[in-house]
């Protein structure tokens, strides 16, 4: 979702400006612009289309002179992308230059009143409202600072938003409100972005804005403010992973190399756990009182995280006999859900960022919910908000569609079923130890699910399948939960229509769209619904079905017998299983997508952090 780079300092900015944007590409984005300033003049320039296009136009940055500026990647939200449409904003009479990410939610209402008072207007946008509010203020005699702090006091909606003024050159001002915006400290300079990769080949001193605050800053100095406006001390935070960590490092898309790095992602998020033969949470603190009072649980997300709350379901049931309902974010924040001291709100986010979970954790808290965050983003808004946080090591994901964050996502809620089950007594000593031994060897297995042949086979199976124009995946349990993120992933990146069914459900309805040569992924990766799932294959293939099987490698044999074509995965407990299973399905789909000429990375219409309603 629309990204923000801001520079002000002695080098030129529109080079900077250009290379954040490209950092912040994975965000998903329509068109692009700068505004860069130099002496007095505020100048932009901004296209519809890819950053490239943009940069060709500035000849990469040469074009535009100037030592200060705001940059902007914009995934439409009011008014379609165009040229226009694209930000910078540049306020009617020239003084003001904004960009913007989130909504504005009454923006209508103030455009009015702005063209009651003369303000004219060029864009759809609820951006370009922004900035004729503040050039309002600006024009009724307000300096730049008391300008931006009136003009936000009457903003309602969620806002990052970086803006200069013709009249005060080196200075950028920058205000945050549930969308997220980080400051970089530099030497001589100064910077703000949305996500610290686009600030990383310049510095690693950053802090993470909390809502309400304003940031003055020139190339010497920066002031910070709060929500009220009293001066604040923001201190800076030092990322530890290098720029190469947000790099493809050899691979041809991030897709593939987060694919890769699910082994050492799910080992850094397990091991530091696994200790001594007990679980280590952190600094989470769950007494065994408190669990016995817990009388629900909720796992709140969207997307792929939600998806691992439907996981979660099996996982913290069976383990911990405590009733869980996943609930996507969207849908819980107005749902009025029963909440109160006796439920856990389990709240899943790889950005910590997006506006319906963190809408959402909100909801639980303000009811007196107790809130637990499973996090990928250090120092996010939902990690801060969180009662606790269990981080997930992922390190950073760029690809648009979710891999090493979903693993290890999933990775957290098994240390934590078992951490519950262990203080509830729920599961024996025996059955705590296999489990644990079987969690330590997760990664190992995951490094075998990645080997050449299966690799080379999944290659195969998506030159087969790459024209077919609809695919259905099926299982039951935990390998239902796995098909829904398994279709997703296609659904993403390879855009094909897929649906993912409980394999008992198929026959209520969808198995009327089965003909000859649908494609049907099945898992059976559990062997005592082994037989059931069989049947269901049995009933597709009997009306046409092509039939990819996934399943353990000592079931293989016997699933060769019913399937078009098996893949085989090593054998853990039922419960891990989908950590293996779903790991074939990211690969099928990134080949399908290859094969369909899809831009993986950057699926059309997608954005990585969804930062608004
Ligand atoms: C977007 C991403 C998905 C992600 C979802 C939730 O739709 O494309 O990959 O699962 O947002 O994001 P979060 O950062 O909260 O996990």
């Known amino acids: 979702m629309c990204g923000i780079v801001g520079y002000t300092g002695g080098g030129q900015a529109a080079p900077i400006l250009l290379d954040g944007l490209e950092k912040l590409e994975y965000r998903g984005y329509d068109s692009a612009g700068v505004c860069v300033q130099d002496g007095g003049g505020l100048k932009v320039a901004k296209a519809k289309g890819r950053l490239s296009h943009l940069s060709a136009l500035l000849e990469g940055g040469k074009a535009l002179q100037g030592t200060t500026g ?22 009617d009479s020239g003084k003001i230059a904004v960009v913007h990410n989130g909504i504005i939610e009454n923006y209508q209402k103030l455009k009015e009143r702005l063209l009651a008072a003369g303000k004219r207007f060029h864009s759809e946008t609820d951006t370009e409202v922004a900035a004729n509010l503040i050039e ?50 530099g ?19 950053v802090c993470y804005l909390s809502d309400g605050d304003m940031v ?4 010497r100095e920066a002031h910070f403010f709060d929500a009220a406006g009293d001066p604040v001390v923001r201190t800076p935070e030092h990322i530890g992973w290098d720029a190469s960590a947000a790099e493809k490092a050899g691979y041809p898309h991030f897709m593939l190399k987060e694919i890769y790095e699910q082994p050492k992602a799910v080992r850094d998020t397990l091991s530091p756990r696994l200790r001594d033969g007990e679980i280590a949470l952190d600094d989470v603190r769950l007494p065994a009182d408190y669990l016995r009072s817990l009388r629900r649980v909720y796992a709140v ?34 749902a009025d859900p029963v909440l109160g001291e006796d439920t856990l709100v389990i709240i899943l ?15 639980a808290k303000a009811r007196g919910a107790r809130t637990l965050a499973i996090v990928n983003v250090v120092g996010s808004s939902i990690a801060r908000l969180a009662d606790d946080v269990l981080y997930t090591w992922a390190g950073p994901e760029i690809a648009v569609a979710t891999t090493k964050a979903y693993s290890t996502q999933l990775a957290v809620v098994y240390l934590l079923a078992l951490s519950i089950a262990r203080q509830l007594g729920t599961v024996d000593g025996a059955r705590f130890e296999a489990l644990y031994a079987q969690l330590e060897r997760l990664p190992d297995l995951l490094e075998q699910v990645l080997d050449r042949r299966t690799v080379a086979q999944l ?8 024209h077919n124009r609809d695919v259905f995946y099926i299982g039951r349990k935990l390998d239902s939960a796995t098909c829904l993120e398994g279709s997703l992933k296609l659904k993403e990146i390879a855009y094909l229509h897929s649906e993912a069914y409980a394999a008992g459900e198929l026959k209520h309805g969808p198995i009327s769209l089965i003909e000859d040569g649908t494609l049907v ?19 597709v293939k009997s009306r046409g079905a092509e039939v990819l099987g996934l399943t353990i490698e000592r079931l293989g044999e016997e699933l060769q017998k019913t399937v078009d074509s098996a893949l085989l995965i090593p054998e853990t407990d039922p419960l891990f299983q989908p950590s293996l299973a779903i790991v074939p399905l990211q690969l099928f789909a990134y080949y399908m997508a290859l094969m369909r000429g899809c831009d993986v990375d950057k699926p059309r219409n997608l954005a990585k952090s969804v930062t608004v309603e």
């Open 70 to 91: 705001i940059g902007h990647t914009r995934w439409a939200t009011h008014g379609a992308p165009s040229d226009e449409n694209s930000h910078p904003h540049i306020a």
């Open 136 to 185: 309002y203020f600006y024009d009724q005699g307000f300096d730049f600072k008391m300008s931006v702090r009136k003009a936000v006091e009457r903003l309602e909606g969620s806002y990052a938003l970086g803006i200069l003024c013709r009249d005060c050159p080196g200075v950028v001002i920058a205000v945050k409100h549930e969308s997220p915006l980080v400051f970089g400290f």
């Open 187 to 205: 030497k001589g300079c100064n910077y703000i972005a949305s996500d610290v990769p686009a600030l990383l080949k310049y510095t690693r001193e």
């Open 216 to 219: 003055l800053f020139t190339d």
């Open 301 to 334: 997300a969207c997307g792929s995280a939600y998806y691992v709350g439907v996981q979660s379901k099996y996982i913290l049931e069976k383990l911990c006999k405590l009733p869980v309902e996943p609930v996507l974010a969207s849908e819980f924040r107005y």
């Open 349 to 363: 986010s790889q950005s910590g960022e997006t506006a319906d979970t963190l809408a959402a954790l909100r909801e």
């Open 459 to 466: 290659q195969y199976d998506a030159s087969r399948y790459f």
């Open 521 to 539: 992924v099945a898992l059976a990766t559990e062997p005592a619904m082994f037989d059931k799932t069989v049947s269901n294959i049995r009933e």
